[in-house]
């Protein structure tokens, strides 16, 4: 089943075709562009084509990025876009296209006071690091004054996308081990979220266990096989979290990302193992899960057994080993987060809508004694 997820860059001439394109939309990370090697692969297709550049932005875009973007995008209207880079780039480009056919104000749609009606020109993704699974989902990302938001339609959800693992044979160790990390979270936060189907967990679990197998020879070694089987992990990640978003560490990540500059992955993991043991000891009176007590217990026992982990304390060790060796932080302190105080402001943050999908119950004050172990 996973094979066919493997697009090649060298389909896109095709969809190009396809779609009978005669203008394109370029939202590209420069250096992604260019040392992936997706500059050099599309050279010639796209000399084809009148194409308007859009690199105006920066890692996890501001709405300020995303506004940029769509006056480029209306100055130039254009058939379809291509979105190539990280999350960061997919999301911009999936925001702008959408954004720049509708007439509401970005920053009203973005906060939810108004609403997605039209749908944009198509998009194409084409993810140069193997982690956020944002070519598989209908989320985008952006920031407003330091606060994230996520902006979720159908009508975001890219109509194509390339999962080419030659184009992340260059990417940097930092890059491999960050993005990594997301896709192996966004795998376990998938399948125990409050909203997995059966079909998101079966995503999930093959995502967790390629990600489980093969993230430390891909930071360490990074073969050709090992980046395969990290850029399925992250397209399956993807598409879990497309069905059942993403729980409490990511909530917790973000202000993480924004206010210790840690990179996206590397902040949601800092958290997975606490949260991890929390979830485990889940009550009856705690449990948010619908399906009950029992069905959280039994879908902690199935990540254990995806793992091939015999106790949560086995997970813990053998994650935070992981974190270790492929040179990741693997605790608050680590990232400069050493007092109370710290902690309480980051815990401010949190996005309760995303706490609301965790498998069990989490307050201000349980978050708290949560973490405060992991920084003192
Ligand atoms: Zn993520």
């Keep these: 089943m996973t094979e066919n997820l493997l697009i090649p860059i060298s389909e896109i001439p095709a969809i190009l075709k396809k779609e009978s ?12 562009y260019r040392f992936s090697g997706a500059k050099e692969s599309l050279e010639s297709c796209l000399s084809e084509y009148e194409v308007t550049l859009f690199d105006g932005f920066e890692l996890n875009p501001k709405l300020e990025d995303v506004i940029e973007g769509i006056k480029k995008f209306r100055g130039s209207p254009c058939d379809i876009t291509i ?3 990280g999350g960061s780039a997919i999301d911009v480009a999936k925001l702008v296209a959408s954004f720049a056919a509708q007439s509401e104000d970005p920053k009203d749609i973005i906060c939810g006071e108004k609403e997605i009606t039209s749908k944009g020109v198509p998009v194409i993704a084409v993810p140069t690091t193997a982690g956020t699974g944002s070519e598989a989902t209908h989320f ?17 959800l890219p109509d194509y996308f390339i999962v ?41 679990k093959q995502s967790i266990r390629l990600a489980w197998k093969n993230l430390k020879e891909t930071v360490l070694i990074s073969s050709g096989a090992n980046r395969e089987a990290m850029c399925l992990a992250s397209h399956l990640a993807g598409k879990g979290i497309n069905i059942s978003k993403t729980t409490a560490p990511h909530a917790f990540s973000y202000a993480i990302t924004t206010y210790y500059h840690v990179p996206h992955g590397a902040a949601v993991a800092l958290t997975l193992p606490e949260f991890f043991k929390f979830n485990s000891d889940v009550k009856d009176d705690d449990c948010q899960d619908s399906r009950g007590l029992q069905f959280v217990k039994n879908r902690i026992s199935d990540l254990l057994e995806i793992m091939e ?5 086995e997970f813990i060790n053998q994650f935070k080993l992981l974190q270790r060796s492929i040179h990741a932080p693997s605790s608050l302190n680590e990232v400069g987060v ?23 119950q989490l307050s201000e004050g349980i978050l708290k004694n949560l973490l405060r172990a992991s920084i003192l």
């Excluded at 936060?189 to 909203?195: A, H």
């Design 338 to 360: 050493n007092t109370l105080d710290q902690l309480d402001s980051l815990i401010k943050q949190v996005n309760p809508e995303r706490l609301a999908n965790n498998p069990r």
């Design 140 to 156: 985008a990302v952006v920031y407003i004054d330091h606060v994230k938001y996520s902006v979720a339609h159908d009508y975001l």
């Design 309 to 313: 982990c015999h106790s949560v304390e």
């Design 164 to 204: 080419d693992p030659s184009l992340t044979m260059s990417l940097p160790a930092l890059v491999t081990m960050s993005s990594g990390l997301d896709a192996l979270c966004q795998g376990i936060e998938s399948y125990w979220s409050v909203n997995s189907t059966e079909e998101s967990r079966s995503y999930a």
């Design 21 to 32: 394109v005669r203008k394109i939309f370029l939202v590209a990370d420069q250096d992604a």
């Design 83 to 85: 979105a190539i880079g």
